[in-house]
């Protein structure tokens, strides 16, 4: 569970590609860090239980918020954590 899946490294490309593209477009180098950092919190927030069997603990705050199955879930960074 601790490491990056392949999915959130892919919508991180995407997202700072698009932003890259857009800044590059405009002459705006605020768009491009605008864009890196939503792709930086969208990638993070995204989390998968890859096995049939795995289910997901997830903390709001330090305390018991639910229990994903398995599949892609997103969490809100610095407010849940999921072990």
């Known amino acids: 569970m601790r490491k990056s899946s392949s999915f959130a490294t892919l919508i991180f490309v995407v997202i700072l590609s698009i932003g890259g593209g857009s800044a590059f477009a405009m002459n705006s180098p605020g768009i491009g860090v605008i864009a890196f950092v939503t792709a930086l919190v969208v990638s993070v927030a995204i989390k998968v239980a890859d096995r049939r069997w795995a289910r997901v603990v997830i903390l709001r705050l330090g ?3 639910s229990l994903k199955g ?3 879930f ?4 610095i407010i849940e954590a999921g072990l």
Do not use: M, Y
């Open 70 to 72: 398995p599949g892609t």
């Open 74 to 77: 997103f969490i809100i960074p």
């Open 63 to 65: 305390k018991f918020g």
